[in-house]
């Protein structure tokens, strides 16, 4: 079963505007990732928020946990063509196994 | 940087062959894991590993079996490859607390395998 659900599924946006996706899951968690998949290519690490931070800023990104709601968003803002690709997010337990959402697709166009 | 290459980029096989998966990382990590890939369901763990010759089973091991011999390396067997173990298979690392850039995992760039 799926830890972590992405919302939404699909995301279409125009360069320059703001990109939000966010992320639920259901157990207690160590932390919280996100990753981008590009198509058909492998998973590449984003950011990571422990479980007792609230905020994290990495670049044009920005993520948010609230523990209390089990649930995580992530920001991208001033979006790129280059941004294009599926975001994951993945929740991690104490063995550093992942448990990943199905993803939200995003599509900038120019 | 952390490198996790995995053998084949894409492989078809028949079904009923016995398919194997490489992994190599080189950064001396403890822990590996291979996952797959399916439209609509995001990543699914298959089998991880935490030191040499040791073995998790992850949430759907069915089919599948692995092996680790030496620390860099782990695979991931088909014994008898069928149709719906046709995916996208990913394999990963995991540096240890105080391994520095602990809890990231690093991702090889996938094997797309298609069984006839």
């Known amino acids: 079963s799926q830890q972590g659900e992405e919302d939404p599924q699909a995301l279409s946006i125009q360069e320059g505007e703001n990109a939000t996706m966010n992320c639920s899951y259901k157990?207690?968690?160590?932390?919280l990732q996100w990753y981008r998949q590009n198509s058909g290519r492998g998973l590449v690490h984003l950011i990571l928020?422990?479980?007792?931070?609230r905020e994290k800023h990495s670049g044009r990104l920005r993520v948010t946990l609230d523990t209390s709601k089990k649930s995580s968003s992530l920001l991208i803002t001033a979006s790129r063509a280059a941004d294009t690709a599926s975001y994951f997010c993945?929740?991690?337990?104490?063995?550093?196994?992942?448990?990943f959402g199905a993803g939200t697709q995003v599509v900038v166009t120019p | 940087d952390v490198k996790v290459t995995q053998s084949s980029r894409y492989l078809v096989k028949r079904t009923g062959e016995k398919v194997f998966l490489e992994c190599v990382q080189d950064?001396?990590?403890?822990?590996m894991f291979w996952y797959r890939q399916d439209p609509g369901l995001g990543l699914r763990l298959i089998y991880f590993?935490?030191?040499?010759?040791?073995?998790e089973k992850g949430d759907i091991p069915e089919g599948y079996s692995v092996s680790r011999e030496k620390k860099e390396r782990f695979s991931l067997i088909l014994e008898s490859a069928s149709t719906n173990q046709t995916s996208m298979y990913l394999c990963?690392?995991?540096?240890?607390?105080?391994?520095?850039?602990?809890?990231?995992?690093?991702f090889g760039p996938g094997t797309r395998l298609l069984v006839l």
């Open positions: 993945a929740t991690t337990d104490s063995w550093g196994k992942l448990q």
């Open positions: 157990t207690s968690i160590n932390n």
């Open positions: 928020i422990r479980s007792n931070e």
């Open positions: 950064m001396d990590h403890e822990n």
């Open positions: 590993s935490y030191d040499v010759k040791m073995k």
């Open positions: 990963a690392s995991i540096a240890l607390p105080g391994q520095g850039s602990a809890e990231t995992q690093y």
